[in-house]
C-alpha cells in the first residue's frame, strides 16, 4: 500500500540520518567501472562431504573407499572424465555446462583442525591459524578501499556469522518480519533509549533500515510458508536475498549460511539425507541465479564447508571428520575452466593422516584470488587486513572472466 | 563497595533468574545472596508439568512410526525397480507426494510430543518461583545439547532433559555425563547407539564399525574443550573404548527396549589409551572410567567454570571470577551445588551494569513473567515467534548448543524481530491494571532507568508502554 511505502521511505531516510551517513546515497558498487560486482558467500556448516558434492568417479579407490554410500557413475552428473557432480545439484550442474560454476575438490583451511566449531572459526575469521583473529575476513574486506569504492554486506539469517562481523555496519534480515506502524512510532523511542548503547543502537537501526528496504521491494511475508514448508525456503530466502543485491544502493556481498551437513550416519547416496541437504544448496544457488537476472553474469557465488569427511565410509553408512572438501564457485563473472587446484587422489598414500582426502590448495587462495580480480581489493589490503599473515596463501589466478 | 540491596535483589532475578514476576523482587530483596541459595536443591531441578511420556515410551512410538512406515517405503522402493517409476511423470509426483502424506500423518503424535515438551518447560520457565534453579537448569542442557535437528533424537529431547539432565544439576558433574552418554536421546543424536568396534564380534561378522561422534563432542563439548591438547587418536581410542553403549531394541524384549543397553558383541575388544592414560578394563567399564577420569580433569573444571562464568556474567568474564568457579569444581569433586554457591557469592556477578544481553528464549520467558502471565498456545506463543527470533525451542542447529554471546544474538535483524515480538505480545499481554511505570519497576526495580522510566510515562498507551519495557536496554540485557 502507498501508505506504508510511504513509511519506510521516511524511515529508510531518518535511521540513514542518525547513524550519519546517508544510507540511500552510499556510494555502492555501481560505481565501480567493472560494473555492479556482487559476491555471495554460502556457508555449508557441519562438514560438507566433498566425495560426495563432487564424486572423482575416475578415481581407482573412490568406490572401494565409499561403498555404499558412493554416487554411482551413470547417476552422477559428469564435469569431465574424472569428476561429476552430486545428480541433486542440477541446476548448478547447469550452469556448469555454461561455464559458470567450477569446483575445487581439495581445499582446506590453513590449520588441520577436526572440531566443527574451531574450523568454522577459522574459515570465517581469515586467520593463519586458531584465535588469530576475531573479526571476520569478509568484514574487513569491506574496510579495505577497493577500487570503485566502499561496499557494503549482508547477513542473511537471524544471527550473524563471524566471517561478517567487525568495524564495518552490515545489514541482516531473515525472513518473517513485517514493520507496523506501531513498531515505527516506538522506534523513535528507542533510538533515543539506546543511545547510550552502542551494540543496540548501530544494530536496531540498521535493521530498521533493512526492514524498510525489503518492504520497498515487497520481499513478501514467508511466515506461512517457514511454518508449513519449512525446507521449502531455502529459493525464496535466495530469491529475496537477489532482490537485495539488486536495490539501487544496496548491498554488494551476501552471507548465507546452511546446516545440517554432520553426516555421521545414514548419509544415504544418490537420495538421502545429504542429497536433501545438497538440494537445498542448489536452491539457494538457482534462486540468487534467477533472482540476480541479468546482475548474474557480475555475480560470484561461493559455497564452502569447514572441512571435508573421511575417504572411507564409516561403521554406520556416514563418513567422521575429516580434511579437505570441495569449494563449488559459480557465477557469469567466473572463468570458463576445469577444475580449480589439484587433485591428490585417493591413493592410500595419498590420504592426509591415512583417512582423509588431502588438500592441495589453502581456501584464503581462492577468496583472495576472488576479492582481487572480482571485488577489486589490492594485494596490500588482501595480504595485511584481509588475510594477515597470508603471503604464503597467494591469491589464485585466472577465476575470474 | 556498599551496594544497594534493593540494587542486588534486582540482579538476583533478573541475572541469575529469568526475570521478574509481579511482586518478585519484593521477595528477593530482603535477603538476595539467601533467595538464591534457598534454590540450590540436592534433589535437582523442577520438573515441567504435563502428560509426558518416558524416553521407553517415546522409543517404543518411534518404533511403531518405522513399522508404519517401513513398508511404504518398500512399495516405493519395488514400484521403483520394477520400473513402474519413471514412465509417466504425473503418476509418479502423485505416488511420491500420497507417500509423504502419509507419512507426515504418521509423523504427527511424535511431533505433536515435542510440542508437549517444549509447552511444558516453557510454562516452567514462565510461572516457577525459582528462577534461579531454572536458569541453571537451562545451562546444562544447553551444554549437553541434544537437538530436534533428526527425528530419532527429536522426540527424546524432552525426556533427556528430564530424564538425564534435571535430576543432577545440583549433584556431582560426573553423574550428569555418565546419565548423558547413557541416555537414547544423546546415543540418538550423537550417532553412537550403532557403533561398532572393528575387532568386535559385529565388527568382524556384520561388517558394523566405528562411529566416532560421540567421542569428539564428549571431549570436545561436554568435558575436557576443544583446545585441551589431544589428538584424533585419543578420540578414537576413545570411541572404540565407546563401542558397545546402545540402546535397547524391539528384539531385545519389552524390558530392554529404549533403555541403555550394553552390547558386548559391538565392543572393540582390548586395551585402550586416550590422553596418556592406558584403559585396560573389560567392556561396559572402560569407557566409564575413561568418563570418570574427563568429569575430574582441571581442564574439564577450567572449561565447565569459563563457561558458566560467560553465561552469568560477561561474554568476556572477570579471570578471577573463573579461577574461583574452577577452584571450587576442582576442591568439591565437581560438586556442581558448591560450584553453584560459589556463584552466587561471588563479587563479580554482582556489578550493577548488566553485560548479558539476553537469548531469544530468555526475552520471551522474561517477557511473560514481566506480564505476570503463561502461554497457552505452544505453536503460536512459543515454537512460532521463537523460530523467528532464531531459536527454536529444542533445535540447536549444532551440538555445541545455543550461543551465550551478545555478537550473536544483538544482529541487526534480531533487534527488528524482537521489536515484532514485543509489539504483539504486548497487545495481548500489558497488564491492565496500575501505573505503566508501576508495572516496570516491578520488572526492573533499581536497574531500571530515569530514561526509560520517563519513556515509559509518555507513552500513550499501556501497550506502547509495555513494548518500550521489553524493548529498553536494562530489559533486553542482565
Given at each position: 500500500?502507498?501508505?506504508?511505502?510511504?513509511?519506510?521511505?521516511?524511515?529508510?531516510?531518518?535511521?540513514?540520518?542518525?547513524?550519519?551517513?546517508?544510507?540511500?546515497?552510499?556510494?555502492?558498487?555501481?560505481?565501480?567501472?567493472?560494473?555492479?560486482?556482487?559476491?555471495?558467500?554460502?556457508?555449508?556448516?557441519?562438514?560438507?562431504?566433498?566425495?560426495?558434492?563432487?564424486?572423482?568417479?575416475?578415481?581407482?579407490?573412490?568406490?572401494?573407499?565409499r561403498?555404499?554410500?558412493?554416487?554411482?557413475?551413470?547417476?552422477?552428473?559428469?564435469?569431465?572424465?574424472?569428476?561429476a557432480?552430486?545428480?541433486?545439484?542440477v541446476?548448478?550442474?547447469?550452469?556448469?555446462?555454461?561455464?559458470?560454476?567450477?569446483?575445487?575438490?581439495?581445499?582446506?583451511?590453513?590449520?588441520?583442525?577436526?572440531?566443527?566449531?574451531?574450523?568454522?572459526?577459522?574459515?570465517?575469521?581469515g586467520?593463519?591459524h586458531?584465535?588469530?583473529?576475531?573479526?571476520?575476513?569478509?568484514?574487513?574486506?569491506?574496510?579495505?578501499?577497493?577500487?570503485?569504492?566502499?561496499?557494503?554486506?549482508?547477513?542473511?539469517?537471524a544471527?550473524?556469522?563471524?566471517i561478517?562481523?567487525?568495524?564495518?555496519?552490515?545489514?541482516?534480515w531473515?525472513?518473517?518480519?513485517?514493520?507496523?506502524?506501531?513498531m515505527?512510532?516506538?522506534?523513535?523511542?528507542?533510538?533515543?533509549?539506546?543511545?547510550?548503547?552502542?551494540?543496540?543502537?548501530?544494530?536496531?537501526s540498521?535493521?530498521?533500515?533493512?526492514?524498510?528496504?525489503?518492504e520497498?521491494?515487497?520481499?513478501?511475508?514467508?511466515?506461512?510458508?517457514?511454518?508449513?514448508q519449512?525446507?521449502?525456503?531455502?529459493?525464496?530466502?535466495?530469491?529475496?536475498?537477489?532482490?537485495?543485491?539488486?536495490?539501487?544502493?544496496?548491498?554488494?556481498?551476501?552471507?548465507?549460511?546452511?546446516?545440517?551437513?554432520?553426516?555421521?550416519?545414514?548419509?544415504?547416496?544418490?537420495?538421502?539425507?545429504?542429497?536433501?541437504?545438497?538440494?537445498?544448496?542448489?536452491?539457494?544457488?538457482?534462486?540468487?541465479?534467477?533472482?540476480?537476472?541479468?546482475?548474474?553474469?557480475?555475480a560470484?557465488?561461493?559455497?564452502?564447508?569447514?572441512?571435508?569427511?573421511?575417504?572411507?565410509?564409516?561403521?554406520?553408512?556416514?563418513?567422521?571428520?575429516?580434511?579437505?572438501?570441495?569449494?563449488?564457485?559459480?557465477?557469469?563473472?567466473?572463468?570458463?575452466?576445469g577444475?580449480?587446484?589439484?587433485?591428490?587422489?585417493?591413493?592410500?598414500a595419498?590420504?592426509?593422516?591415512?583417512?582423509?582426502?588431502?588438500?592441495?590448495?589453502?581456501?584464503?587462495?581462492?577468496?583472495?584470488?576472488?576479492?582481487?580480480?572480482?571485488?577489486?581489493?589490492?594485494?596490500?589490503?588482501?595480504?595485511?587486513?584481509?588475510?594477515?599473515?597470508?603471503?604464503?596463501?597467494?591469491?589464485?589466478?585466472g577465476?575470474?572472466? | 563497595?556498599?551496594?544497594?540491596?534493593?540494587?542486588?535483589?534486582?540482579?538476583?532475578?533478573?541475572?541469575?533468574?529469568?526475570?521478574?514476576t509481579?511482586?518478585?523482587?519484593?521477595?528477593?530483596?530482603?535477603?538476595?545472596?539467601?533467595?538464591?541459595?534457598?534454590?540450590?536443591?540436592?534433589?535437582?531441578?523442577?520438573?515441567?508439568?504435563?502428560?509426558?511420556?518416558?524416553?521407553?515410551?517415546?522409543?517404543?512410538?518411534?518404533?511403531?512410526?518405522?513399522?508404519?512406515?517401513?513398508p511404504?517405503?518398500?512399495?516405493?522402493?519395488?514400484?521403483?525397480?520394477?520400473?513402474?517409476?519413471?514412465?509417466?511423470?504425473?503418476?509418479?509426483?502423485?505416488a511420491?507426494?500420497?507417500?509423504?502424506?502419509?507419512?507426515?500423518?504418521?509423523?504427527?503424535?511424535?511431533l505433536?510430543?515435542?510440542?508437549?515438551?517444549?509447552?511444558?518447560?516453557?510454562r516452567?520457565?514462565?510461572?516457577?518461583?525459582?528462577?534461579?534453579?531454572?536458569?541453571?537448569?537451562?545451562?546444562?542442557?544447553?551444554?549437553?545439547?541434544?537437538?530436534t535437528?533428526?527425528?530419532?533424537?527429536?522426540?527424546?529431547?524432552?525426556?533427556?532433559?528430564?530424564?538425564?539432565?534435571?535430576?543432577?544439576?545440583?549433584g556431582?558433574?560426573?553423574?550428569?555425563l555418565?546419565?548423558?552418554?547413557?541416555?537414547?536421546?544423546?546415543?540418538?543424536?550423537?550417532?553412537?547407539?550403532?557403533?561398532?568396534?572393528?575387532?568386535?564380534?559385529?565388527?568382524?561378522?556384520?561388517?558394523?564399525?566405528?562411529?566416532?561422534?560421540?567421542?569428539?563432542?564428549?571431549?570436545?563439548?561436554?568435558?575436557?574443550?576443544?583446545?585441551?591438547?589431544?589428538?584424533?587418536?585419543?578420540?578414537?581410542?576413545?570411541?572404540?573404548?565407546?563401542t558397545?553403549?546402545s540402546?535397547?531394541?524391539?528384539?531385545?524384549?519389552?524390558?530392554?527396549?529404549?533403555?541403555?543397553?550394553?552390547?558386548?558383541?559391538l565392543?572393540?575388544p582390548?586395551?585402550?589409551?586416550v590422553?596418556?592414560?592406558?584403559?585396560?578394563?573389560?567392556?561396559?567399564?572402560?569407557?566409564?572410567?575413561?568418563?570418570?577420569?574427563?568429569?575430574?580433569?582441571?581442564?574439564?573444571?577450567?572449561?565447565l567454570?569459563?563457561?558458566?562464568?560467560?553465561?552469568?556474567?560477561?561474554?568476556?568474564?572477570?579471570?578471577?571470577?573463573?579461577?574461583?568457579?574452577?577452584?571450587?569444581?576442582?576442591?568439591?569433586?565437581?560438586?556442581?551445588?558448591?560450584?553453584?554457591?560459589?556463584?552466587?557469592?561471588?563479587?563479580?556477578?554482582?556489578?550493577p551494569?548488566?553485560?548479558?544481553?539476553?537469548?531469544p528464549?530468555?526475552?520471551?520467558?522474561?517477557?511473560?513473567?514481566a506480564?505476570?502471565?503463561?502461554?497457552?498456545?505452544?505453536?503460536?506463543?512459543?515454537?512460532?515467534?521463537?523460530?523467528?527470533?532464531?531459536?527454536?525451542?529444542?533445535?540447536?542447529?549444532?551440538?555445541?548448543?545455543?550461543?551465550?554471546m551478545?555478537?550473536?544474538?544483538?544482529?541487526?535483524?534480531?533487534?527488528?524481530?524482537?521489536?515484532?515480538?514485543?509489539?504483539?505480545?504486548?497487545?495481548?499481554y500489558?497488564?491492565?491494571?496500575?501505573?505503566?511505570?508501576?508495572?516496570?519497576?516491578?520488572?526492573?526495580?533499581?536497574?531500571?532507568?530515569a530514561?526509560?522510566?520517563?519513556?515509559?510515562?509518555?507513552?500513550?498507551?499501556?501497550?506502547?508502554?509495555?513494548?518500550?519495557?521489553?524493548?529498553?536496554?536494562?530489559?533486553?540485557r542482565?
Amino acid at each position: 500500500m502507498t501508505h506504508e511505502s510511504g513509511y519506510s521511505r521516511r524511515t529508510a531516510l531518518k535511521f540513514g540520518a542518525s547513524l550519519g551517513v546517508t544510507f540511500l546515497a552510499a556510494p555502492a558498487l555501481a560505481a565501480l567501472p567493472q560494473g555492479q560486482r556482487k559476491l555471495v558467500v554460502i556457508i555449508c556448516r557441519g562438514a560438507m562431504d566433498g566425495l560426495s558434492v563432487s564424486p572423482p568417479v575416475n578415481d581407482p579407490n573412490y568406490y572401494a573407499l565409499r561403498g555404499p554410500i558412493a554416487i554411482p557413475a551413470d547417476q552422477a552428473l559428469k564435469l569431465d572424465a574424472d569428476f561429476a557432480l552430486h545428480p541433486k545439484l542440477v541446476n548448478i550442474y547447469a550452469l556448469a555446462q555454461a561455464g559458470q560454476a567450477r569446483i575445487a575438490p581439495a581445499v582446506a583451511i590453513p590449520e588441520r583442525i577436526r572440531s566443527h566449531f574451531e574450523a568454522q572459526d577459522l574459515l570465517e575469521s581469515g586467520g593463519d591459524h586458531l584465535y588469530a583473529s576475531t573479526t571476520g575476513w569478509l568484514n574487513r574486506a569491506l574496510t579495505v578501499q577497493a577500487s570503485g569504492g566502499p561496499v557494503t554486506a549482508l547477513a542473511v539469517g537471524a544471527q550473524d556469522p563471524l566471517i561478517l562481523r567487525g568495524s564495518a555496519s552490515i545489514q541482516s534480515w531473515s525472513p518473517g518480519g513485517k514493520v507496523t506502524q506501531d513498531m515505527e512510532r516506538i522506534s523513535t523511542v528507542l533510538q533515543d533509549l539506546y543511545a547510550q548503547d552502542p551494540t543496540l543502537s548501530r544494530a536496531f537501526s540498521s535493521g530498521m533500515q533493512t526492514e524498510a528496504m525489503a518492504e520497498n521491494f515487497g520481499a513478501g511475508d514467508m511466515t506461512a510458508k517457514m511454518q508449513s514448508q519449512p525446507q521449502r525456503i531455502a529459493n525464496d530466502v535466495a530469491a529475496t536475498t537477489a532482490k537485495f543485491l539488486t536495490q539501487p544502493g544496496g548491498p554488494s556481498i551476501a552471507v548465507l549460511s546452511l546446516d545440517g551437513y554432520d553426516t555421521h550416519a545414514n548419509q544415504g547416496n544418490v537420495n538421502g539425507q545429504l542429497a536433501n541437504h545438497l538440494k537445498n544448496l542448489d536452491d539457494v544457488v538457482n534462486g540468487l541465479h534467477d533472482g540476480l537476472g541479468p546482475t548474474w553474469s557480475d555475480a560470484v557465488v561461493i559455497a564452502v564447508t569447514e572441512f571435508g569427511r573421511t575417504a572411507h565410509v564409516n561403521g554406520t553408512g556416514g563418513t567422521d571428520h575429516g580434511t579437505a572438501s570441495t569449494m563449488i564457485l559459480a557465477g557469469g563473472a567466473l572463468r570458463r575452466g576445469g577444475i580449480v587446484g589439484d587433485w591428490p587422489t585417493l591413493a592410500d598414500a595419498k590420504l592426509f593422516e591415512n583417512r582423509d582426502l588431502a588438500p592441495t590448495l589453502d581456501v584464503r587462495q581462492v577468496f583472495k584470488g576472488v576479492l582481487r580480480d572480482h571485488m577489486g581489493l589490492d594485494t596490500r589490503g588482501l595480504d595485511q587486513t584481509v588475510f594477515p599473515a597470508s603471503s604464503s596463501a597467494p591469491a589464485l589466478e585466472g577465476l575470474i572472466a | 563497595m556498599i551496594a544497594s540491596k534493593t540494587l542486588d535483589g534486582a540482579i538476583a532475578v533478573t541475572r541469575f533468574g529469568l526475570g521478574a514476576t509481579p511482586g518478585e523482587l519484593a521477595d528477593a530483596a530482603d535477603d538476595p545472596r539467601g533467595w538464591l541459595k534457598a534454590q540450590i536443591t540436592r534433589d535437582g531441578a523442577e520438573q515441567p508439568q504435563g502428560s509426558l511420556p518416558g524416553s521407553v515410551a517415546r522409543v517404543s512410538d518411534l518404533i511403531a512410526y518405522q513399522g508404519e512406515i517401513a513398508p511404504l517405503r518398500r512399495q516405493r522402493k519395488m514400484a521403483m525397480t520394477v520400473g513402474m517409476v519413471g514412465q509417466d511423470e504425473a503418476a509418479d509426483e502423485h505416488a511420491a507426494d500420497e507417500l509423504k502424506q502419509e507419512r507426515r500423518a504418521a509423523l504427527q503424535p511424535l511431533l505433536e510430543g515435542v510440542r508437549d515438551e517444549i509447552f511444558a518447560r516453557t510454562r516452567l520457565a514462565t510461572a516457577t518461583a525459582q528462577s534461579f534453579r531454572e536458569r541453571w537448569t537451562l545451562f546444562w542442557a544447553n551444554h549437553f545439547t541434544v537437538s530436534t535437528a533428526k527425528l530419532q533424537s527429536a522426540v527424546l529431547v524432552g525426556p533427556f532433559e528430564r530424564e538425564a539432565i534435571r535430576p543432577h544439576v545440583f549433584g556431582r558433574f560426573e553423574d550428569m555425563l555418565m546419565a548423558s552418554t547413557t541416555h537414547p536421546g544423546m546415543l540418538m543424536y550423537l550417532d553412537q547407539a550403532k557403533s561398532a568396534g572393528p575387532n568386535s564380534m559385529a565388527g568382524l561378522y556384520r561388517k558394523m564399525g566405528l562411529n566416532e561422534n560421540l567421542a569428539r563432542e564428549i571431549m570436545e563439548l561436554h568435558t575436557v574443550g576443544a583446545d585441551a591438547g589431544y589428538t584424533q587418536a585419543d578420540v578414537t581410542e576413545f570411541a572404540r573404548a565407546l563401542t558397545g553403549y546402545s540402546i535397547g531394541a524391539k528384539n531385545d524384549g519389552p524390558d530392554v527396549q529404549g533403555h541403555f543397553l550394553y552390547r558386548p558383541l559391538l565392543h572393540e575388544p582390548g586395551a585402550r589409551t586416550v590422553m596418556g592414560r592406558r584403559y585396560g578394563q573389560d567392556g561396559e567399564d572402560q569407557a566409564r572410567a575413561i568418563l570418570s577420569d574427563l568429569a575430574a580433569s582441571p581442564k574439564t573444571a577450567a572449561h565447565l567454570a569459563h563457561k558458566l562464568a560467560i553465561h552469568f556474567v560477561a561474554d568476556e568474564p572477570p579471570p578471577g571470577l573463573v579461577a574461583r568457579l574452577r577452584e571450587a569444581y576442582l576442591a568439591s569433586n565437581g560438586d556442581l551445588a558448591h560450584v553453584a554457591t560459589t556463584l552466587v557469592d561471588a563479587q563479580e556477578c554482582w556489578t550493577p551494569d548488566a553485560r548479558k544481553f539476553k537469548t531469544p528464549y530468555e526475552f520471551v520467558v522474561s517477557g511473560y513473567r514481566a506480564a505476570g502471565a503463561s502461554p497457552s498456545d505452544p505453536a503460536k506463543e512459543i515454537v512460532q515467534p521463537l523460530t523467528f527470533l532464531g531459536q527454536r525451542p529444542f533445535a540447536a542447529p549444532q551440538p555445541n548448543g545455543w550461543s551465550d554471546m551478545a555478537a550473536d544474538w544483538a544482529a541487526p535483524d534480531a533487534l527488528v524481530k524482537r521489536l515484532t515480538w514485543a509489539t504483539k505480545f504486548s497487545a495481548y499481554y500489558a497488564p491492565k491494571d496500575g501505573a505503566p511505570v508501576d508495572v516496570a519497576a516491578a520488572t526492573l526495580g533499581e536497574r531500571l532507568t530515569a530514561a526509560a522510566r520517563t519513556a515509559i510515562a509518555r507513552a500513550e498507551t499501556r501497550f506502547e508502554a509495555f513494548s518500550i519495557l521489553l524493548m529498553s536496554p536494562e530489559f533486553q540485557r542482565r
